[in-house]
């Protein structure tokens, strides 16, 4: 598993974007594709992000993590809702052992499109902003301190631990602890290590929380600042209003819809 | 024991270069100590010789045997290594379990373990605290602690890094006594300190770093006397060394006794030339 | 204005399921303005002290609590720890637990305290320069913290705390994870402070460093404040050694050459009063 | 409420991140030994053991947006499972459940149920029947294959799995809280009556 948050400036206009504009596109895009009856919408909107992604210079990443998780699971749901989908009535194939139903398959790529769509937005807005950035623009909007801190302090401890354990490590190997070696051995050596890494980050951690307090953690009735100041771009406003508009006419084309008017 | 080091290099993978053709021979039983400016390259410098690091170009030889030849795991029943923060080297859930961990795994008999528990914590001064968690103890006390498990595995050289950090009085004059103990046991015990006073009061041989390089190596009176070097080395002698050299004695000393000596000494000198 | 800004009234404290008072009945009173020094061998209180000066203690750690402690008119007990943190900062032993671990860079970790009081963005960077300045991390201001040498990050811990402007700084044995360059470096630093009118607090091994430096010290032993004085009236004690404390070596120096009959004048604690004693010894 | 706000201290707050970490470092591993667990959970529980119910949801909550933003997100969905496996696991802990061998037994098959049954409800709906990112989405194809029957596949697949990791996680858990040391779990008013293997 990655964990990195390699957010490597590229001075596209998409970074100067607010990143509440961003997280505003996530909703509006995401619960879109997500109410609209068929998979078309999202496919559009799917072309769409990757054009953002072309613009943000980040196209490389955004297909590979795209086609990356879409393809196996494609395959995944094709096979499970697509012959076993107790909804098939219309048969479009038969491949012996199952039957293809239309109706699982429709299904499934609707779910494939809704879960693309928030996955390459979501990581459009987590490739083009700094998480300070971020965690600056909700507090502007008005994010709790102590949500700000466990989401910030998370991003910076987590490497500290993984460093943590190699020390850890290296000592252990000094008391006699064989560390390298086959897989077994490596199973053998972590186990040791977890407890240390475990209680000597909780002590850590004790004595970091007294800090915080002393510079006023938990002082109420304060509207916070921040020194990262949120991004703003002037295409702010005009895109807010689009992303609002656009969520409205799915949402008012949806019901026309279901209760067949259209 | 003889450790012998020959222009040895370490470059760390992020490129630093932290050591720079350092040549030294340790042998017998005369403890030495390393200071420096921190970064000077003193930790990188030890931990070659348990193996925790490998040299980028040189070589490490322990007793005549290349350090690449074994893993620190089969190294530490020989070499000893006491990390400079304790947390990090201990983990189990008594003081007696730390002590016996190490000889249980060399396959130590019962006996012999039982009998080294009680020397050694008798001598870093837990034999009270056998059944206490080591993360309950004090922050002295398990710095003793991560000493004592070392010393549980009997190794015949013994590495020290930054011991007196933090120490009281009466920590001091236990360390001092604990390097005398491991001395008469005919072990080397190499020291990394910023104490000057410790290094004055406990050793013969200094070794001065700065930058990846070893550039003092000698006695110390020789050492503490080369004062521009020291001053560049961003180390200020103890204190009653800078008082001797302050009122412009001609000996370097170190202890209270040679003080005085070198003070008559002078005294004489001047009434003579009067 | 009071000339007491800090007054410890028979305090004691006990940790939750601990069974020894880890302070007995203590009691003292620190001037506005002074360099105050604690000293004591360890397991002696010391940190428990700091904490409780702070309102850690109670508002932290849980215990059991007895007398109080009134920092600059406030009851620690009645007021949060955010509260006494505008008249009382706290640096301690280990820089990077010192880290408040949401900055990026060494600006934001100096503006975080202030951050949480609302300091306005303007005002804060202009503190942050001025602070930057006086601590010498200028030239790292946009560095990531944990990246830092152990020198550094103790600027920074420093900084980060003085940039609330307290009126008193506790520093609890803020200097032993450093060289001996760094732990001037950082004395000097707060010796500034202290010319600008702060009280400063602080807890040392270095004796020597603690004659030259205080107006006044306090000296603990097993959780008990043993005795309280200019630094020549502690460390001419003769009781001091039972306390785990060594004199500084200019108290021996002193001892011997008076012993001998080469001096007459009071017990030099400085390096500086050394010499000048040894030189006027030597002269006979 | 008060309770509640009552667990919201810096310190234990300050947990939080720790535990996140630990819940990570147990997920990395398992991908590291290409085991089919996750053992994402032990920082959770371990949490709920120490600063309660809330705190624990938090943390699961935390992990999971963590996990999306430098990993997949993929993972946002499940935190709805993280939080009440946080929950429950801490209800129980204040309850006593975690007193003894037995009783932390009885509380790691609740927490195995929890998760079973959320999980499988979030797999279903929001995924329709799996998410391809780890082996067992291939075992509950080939049982819905078998069984033609998809959300009692993605149960019992779940279950299987769970049962398997809780019991490891909860094993290291209660091994943990009896070597964390009485100064720090004084400070803790959760799990001070409650510290395990001791009498």
């Known amino acids: 598993m990655e964990m990195s948050n390699d957010f490597v400036p590229k001075n596209t206009i998409i970074e100067k974007m607010n990143p509440n504009t961003k997280l505003l596109a996530i909703i509006s895009l995401g619960i879109s594709t997500l109410i609209f009856p068929n998979p078309a919408l999202g496919l559009g909107v799917l072309i769409f992000l990757f054009v953002v992604s072309c613009i943000a210079k980040i196209q490389k990443t955004f297909l590979k993590v795209v086609l990356g998780f879409g393809i196996p699971i494609t395959v995944m749901l094709l096979f499970i809702q697509g012959l076993y989908s107790p909804k098939n009535k219309t048969i479009i194939a038969d491949l012996g052992f199952a039957q293809m139903g239309l109706e699982g398959v429709l299904y499934a790529l609707k779910i494939v499109v809704t879960l693309l769509v928030f996955l390459g937005a979501f990581l459009l807005m987590n490739k083009t902003t700094h998480i300070s950035n971020l965690v600056a623009a909700l507090t502007d909007l008005g994010l709790p301190n102590k949500a700000g801190y466990l989401v910030l302090a998370t991003l910076n401890v987590v490497p500290q631990m993984q460093k943590r354990m190699s020390v850890i490590r290296q000592s252990q190997e000094a008391r006699g602890v064989e560390t390298q070696g086959g897989l077994f051995n490596r199973i053998k050596a972590y186990i040791p290590l977890l407890g240390p890494v475990i209680l000597s980050s909780l002590i850590d951690m004790q004595e970091r929380g007294m800090t915080l307090e002393t510079r006023g953690f938990g002082i109420n009735g304060v509207r916070r600042t921040t020194y990262v100041k949120a991004t703003r771009s002037p295409m702010d406003k005009p895109l807010n209003v689009i992303l609002i508009l656009f969520l409205l006419i799915v949402l008012i084309l949806t019901l026309l819809m279901k209760f067949g008017i259209l | 024991m003889k450790v012998e080091i020959k222009d040895l290099s370490y470059v760390y993978p992020s490129q630093d270069c932290a050591l720079r053709g350092v040549s030294l021979v340790m042998e017998g039983t005369t403890p030495v100590a390393i200071v420096g400016q921190n970064g000077a390259g003193k930790t990188t410098l030890v931990k070659h010789l348990n193996g925790l690091l490998r040299p980028t170009s040189g070589q490490v030889l322990i007793d005549g045997v290349d350090i690449n030849t074994h893993t620190t795991a089969q190294w530490s029943r020989k070499v000893g290594y006491v990390f400079q923060n304790p947390d990090d080297q201990l983990f189990l859930e008594s003081v007696r379990k730390e002590f016996e961990f190490g000889p249980k795994h060399m396959g130590m008999r019962k006996e012999e373990i039982g009998e080294r528990v009680e020397y050694v914590s008798n001598l870093v001064g837990l034999a009270d605290q056998l059944d206490t968690h080591p993360f309950d103890l004090t922050s002295t006390q398990k710095r003793f602690c991560t000493i004592g498990i070392i010393m549980m595995m009997n190794p015949d050289l013994i590495l020290f890094d930054e011991p007196t950090c933090g120490q009281d009085a009466q920590g001091i004059r236990r360390l001092r006594k604990i390097i005398q103990e491991l001395r008469n046991q005919g072990k080397l015990c190499i020291t990394i300190s910023h104490d000057m006073r410790f290094v004055a009061e406990n050793f013969k041989r200094i070794i001065v770093m700065k930058k990846g390089e070893a550039i003092l190596d000698d006695d110390i009176e020789k050492v503490f006397a080369r004062t521009e070097t020291l001053k560049q080395c961003f180390i200020t002698p103890p204190p009653i060394t800078r008082v001797a050299q302050g009122a412009d004695l001609k000996k370097t000393p170190f202890t209270g006794k040679a003080f005085m000596e070198a003070f008559e000494e002078e005294r004489e000198r001047r009434i003579c030339q009067m | 204005m009071g000339k007491t800004i800090l007054e410890v009234k028979d305090f004691s404290f006990t940790y939750n399921q601990a069974i020894n008072k880890v302070l007995d009945h203590v009691n003292f009173r620190v001037d506005r303005g002074s360099f105050f020094c604690i000293i004591g061998a360890n397991g002696s209180g010391k940190s428990t002290l700091c904490n409780s000066l702070v309102g850690l203690i109670p508002h932290y750690f849980s215990g059991e609590m007895e007398g109080g402690i009134r920092v600059d008119g406030m009851d620690v007990r009645k007021s949060s720890i955010g509260e006494l943190s505008q008249k009382i900062g706290l640096v301690f032993q280990n820089p990077f637990n010192q880290l408040s671990y949401t900055a990026g860079t060494v600006a934001e970790e100096l503006a975080y305290g202030l951050g949480n009081r609302g300091v306005p963005g303007k005002v804060m960077q202009e503190k942050i320069e001025h602070m930057a300045q006086l601590m010498r991390i200028d030239d790292v201001l946009s560095k990531n913290p944990t990246e830092l040498s152990g020198g550094q990050v103790q600027r920074v811990a420093l900084g980060s705390v003085f940039i609330l402007d307290p009126e008193i700084l506790v520093l609890d044995e803020c200097t032993t994870q450093l060289d001996p360059l760094g732990a001037e470096e950082i004395f000097e630093i707060v010796k500034k402070i202290n010319g600008s009118g702060v009280t400063v607090i602080v807890v040392d091994h270095d004796m020597e460093r603690v004659a030259s430096y205080a107006d006044e010290v306090l000296v603990l032993s097993g959780g008990r404040a043993v005795k309280i004085g200019s630094p020549r009236s502690v460390f001419t004690d003769p009781e001091l050694e039972q306390y785990g404390v060594n004199p500084p070596e200019y108290v021996k120096i002193s001892d011997m050459l008076r012993k001998k009959g080469y001096t007459n004048r009071e017990t030099a604690i400085t390096e500086d009063q050394s010499i000048q004693m040894v030189k006027e010894a030597l002269k006979g | ?199």
């Open chain 4, 1 to 199: 409420m008060g309770i509640i706000k009552d667990q919201f201290t810096t310190k234990s707050l300050v947990l939080i991140p720790i535990a996140v970490g630990i819940n990570l470092i147990g997920g990395t591993l398992c991908s590291l030994l290409k085991l089919p667990l996750f053992l994402d959970m032990i920082g959770t529980i371990l949490i709920a053991c120490l600063s309660g119910p809330w705190i624990a949801a938090i943390c699961g909550l935390v992990t999971n947006i963590f996990l999306a933003l430098v990993a997949n997100p993929v993972y946002l969905p499940y935190s709805v499972v993280s939080m009440l496996c946080g929950l429950v696991t801490g209800f129980m802990v204040r309850s006593g459940f975690f007193e003894s061998k037995w009783k932390a037994v009885i509380t790691c098959l609740v927490c195995t149920v929890t998760n079973t049954i959320s999980a499988s409800l979030i797999t279903f709906f929001v995924y329709g029947g799996a998410t391809g990112i780890n082996g067992t989405s291939f075992f509950t194809a080939a049982m819905i294959a078998a069984t033609k029957e998809i959300l009692f596949s993605v149960l019992s697949t779940s279950m299987l799995e769970n049962l398997i990791d809780k019991g490891i996680v909860f094993a290291i858990v209660y091994s943990l809280m009896s070597k964390i040391p009485r100064r720090f779990l004084s400070q803790y008013s959760v799990s001070i009556r409650k510290r395990p293997a001791e009498t």
